[in-house]
């Protein structure tokens, strides 16, 4: 005997709280167990008087209701769109993507997604949704006046989610985000900020040891905050900071990207300031360079808090750091303004390929010094060994501070001198 078809169901079509709806059966996978459930599919607003459905809306119910019928997926992957995420896609993001990552996604789902993709209609299946159902999804996540970004970051976590679950079999179809947008009156991106070789050189001179040396780690070295936690001394050699880790929260992993684990050039004055850290430390030859009181790396987070804004936050009248009592003194805080204002560790890092451009190096090299994977951010490509033109814009670089460092650098844009039509 042949294999039994599938009976075909036609659904029926119901009104409720003033939307018409097709209701039907169908088996799909709840809790690890195949159930046969009632399903209630929304079709539409309730537009006429009458008490029976449209022409629009039967029509809507049969192009449901083919869907239904003709679906190619296989019952045990017939899951909401609640499940897929939690039980499926996070688990496979924490084995795939780093732990910075994980939190990012789970994040979003948490305050945003989770909400919004079960707030009309209960847990909507996944393999019914479609561009309109994740517009009105971002339309409704939308309201919350969260930036461009940040609306693009839930979009493109979504869209990763679909790519997912049609490599697994629970989606077939165009991925539903592909034509979605962001709310075009959100906020746009804010500012980021460069920090200048004047600010640079003034903050190195108020900071203390080895708050120092951290920021000229990041200032003439480009590292981000991560991988100057992870630095061990090993990684310094050859007259280069071999970057071979990160640390996030505690936790030792790769570099951002596989381009990211490449050798920087060390000038001589960042050479300098990590040779006598090396002597304040005993003249180590392993373990991190930047080492709190029980051997492991030291947070920068915790350099920012306790070492650098308390120098940089300082009060004109009394030098005490910001949140301190000043009432002793008969006097309120008012932050010393000659002092640089700390804009975060990556400022350090924009500031280097900022300064290396005003010298006139080529985008290029600027894009093998800071690492990028991306062509948008600086033109780049990669080499795995420190090339002859990198450790020559590096001695540029070196020679630069050695001279008159308040001397007028090239603007970064000819543009701003006039109109562009």
Same mark, same amino acid.
């Given at each position: 005997?042949?294999?039994?078809?599938?009976?075909?169901?036609? @659904?029926?079509?119901?009104?409720? #709280?003033?939307?018409?709806?097709?209701?039907?059966?169908?088996?799909?996978?709840?809790? @690890?167990? $195949?159930?046969?459930?009632?399903?209630?599919?929304?079709?539409?607003?309730?537009?006429?008087?009458?008490?029976?459905?449209?022409?629009?809306?039967?029509?809507?119910?049969?192009?449901?209701?083919?869907?239904?019928?003709?679906?190619? $997926?296989?019952?045990?992957?017939?899951?909401?769109?609640?499940?897929?995420?939690?039980?499926?896609?996070?688990?496979?993001?924490?084995?795939?993507?780093?732990?910075?990552?994980?939190?990012?996604? #789970?994040?979003?789902?948490?305050?945003?997604?989770?909400?919004?993709?079960? =707030?009309?209609?209960?847990?909507?299946?996944?393999?019914?949704?479609?561009?309109?159902?994740?517009?009105?999804?971002?339309?409704?996540? @939308?309201?919350?006046?969260?930036?461009?970004?940040?609306?693009?970051?839930?979009?493109?976590?979504?869209?990763?989610?679909?790519?997912?679950?049609?490599?697994?079999?629970?989606?077939?179809?165009?991925?539903?985000?592909?034509?979605?947008?962001?709310?075009?009156?959100?906020?746009?991106?804010?500012?980021?900020?460069?920090?200048?070789?004047?600010?640079?050189?003034?903050?190195?001179?108020?900071?203390?040891?080895?708050?120092?040396?951290?920021?000229? %780690?990041?200032?003439?070295?480009?590292? =981000?905050?991560?991988?100057?936690?992870?630095?061990?001394?090993?990684?310094? =050699?050859?007259? &280069?900071?071999?970057? &071979?880790?990160?640390?996030?929260?505690?936790?030792?992993?790769?570099?951002?990207?596989?381009? !990211?684990?490449?050798?920087?050039?060390? $000038?001589?004055?960042?050479?300098?300031?990590?040779?006598?850290?090396?002597?304040?430390?005993?003249?180590?030859?392993?373990?991190?360079?930047?080492?709190?009181?029980?051997?492991?790396?030291?947070?920068?987070?915790?350099?920012?808090?306790?070492? $650098?804004?308390?120098? /940089?936050?300082?009060?004109?009248?009394?030098?005490?750091?910001?949140?301190?009592?000043?009432?002793?003194?008969?006097?309120?805080?008012?932050?010393?303004?000659?002092?640089?204002?700390?804009?975060?560790?990556?400022?350090?890092?924009?500031?280097?390929?900022? #300064?290396?451009?005003? /010298?006139?190096?080529?985008?290029?090299?600027?894009?093998?010094?800071?690492?990028? !994977?991306?062509?948008?951010?600086?033109?780049?490509?990669?080499?795995? !060994? &420190?090339? !002859?033109? %990198?450790?020559?814009?590096?001695?540029?670089?070196?020679?630069?501070?050695?001279?008159?460092?308040? =001397?007028?650098?090239?603007?970064?844009?000819?543009?701003?001198?006039?109109?562009?039509?």
């Amino acid at each position: 005997m042949g294999k039994r078809r599938k009976r075909k169901q036609k @659904g029926t079509i119901i009104r409720f #709280n003033e939307h018409w709806h097709v209701r039907y059966w169908e088996r799909r996978m709840i809790g @690890g167990v $195949i159930e046969q459930k009632r399903v209630t599919h929304p079709l539409g607003p309730v537009t006429t008087c009458g008490k029976h459905p449209p022409a629009d809306i039967k029509t809507a119910a049969a192009a449901h209701m083919a869907t239904v019928n003709d679906c190619l $997926i296989p019952v045990e992957r017939i899951v909401s769109f609640a499940d897929f995420v939690a039980g499926i896609y996070l688990p496979w993001v924490g084995e795939a993507k780093k732990p910075s990552t994980e939190k990012g996604y #789970n994040d979003i789902w948490k305050h945003h997604l989770k909400a919004a993709s079960s =707030r009309e209609n209960g847990d909507v299946n996944l393999k019914d949704v479609r561009t309109f159902t994740v517009q009105q999804w971002l339309n409704e996540i @939308g309201k919350k006046g969260l930036s461009q970004n940040s609306l693009k970051r839930i979009q493109s976590v979504l869209s990763g989610i679909f790519k997912q679950a049609k490599r697994l079999g629970y989606y077939d179809g165009i991925n539903p985000v592909q034509d979605t947008a962001v709310n075009p009156h959100a906020a746009p991106p804010a500012e980021t900020y460069a920090y200048s070789l004047e600010e640079i050189q003034a903050i190195l001179a108020a900071l203390p040891e080895p708050a120092a040396t951290c920021f000229a %780690v990041a200032s003439f070295a480009g590292l =981000r905050e991560g991988e100057i936690e992870g630095l061990e001394w090993p990684d310094y =050699r050859d007259g &280069a900071l071999h970057v &071979a880790r990160a640390v996030w929260n505690g936790q030792t992993g790769k570099p951002k990207t596989t381009k !990211s684990a490449a050798p920087v050039p060390v $000038i001589k004055q960042l050479a300098d300031r990590l040779e006598i850290h090396r002597l304040r430390c005993g003249n180590p030859d392993f373990g991190p360079i930047f080492a709190n009181s029980l051997g492991k790396p030291q947070s920068m987070n915790n350099v920012r808090t306790r070492a $650098i804004l308390p120098v /940089l936050d300082r009060c004109v009248h009394c030098a005490l750091p910001k949140g301190k009592k000043h009432a002793k003194q008969q006097h309120s805080y008012q932050r010393d303004a000659q002092l640089p204002e700390w804009h975060g560790w990556h400022a350090a890092r924009r500031g280097l390929g900022s #300064n290396l451009y005003r /010298l006139g190096i080529p985008d290029k090299v600027i894009q093998t010094i800071l690492r990028h !994977s991306n062509v948008n951010v600086t033109l780049g490509y990669y080499v795995k !060994s &420190a090339s !002859s033109d %990198v450790i020559a814009a590096m001695e540029k670089f070196e020679e630069k501070l050695l001279t008159d460092t308040k =001397r007028t650098l090239k603007p970064v844009s000819d543009a701003t001198s006039g109109f562009v039509n």
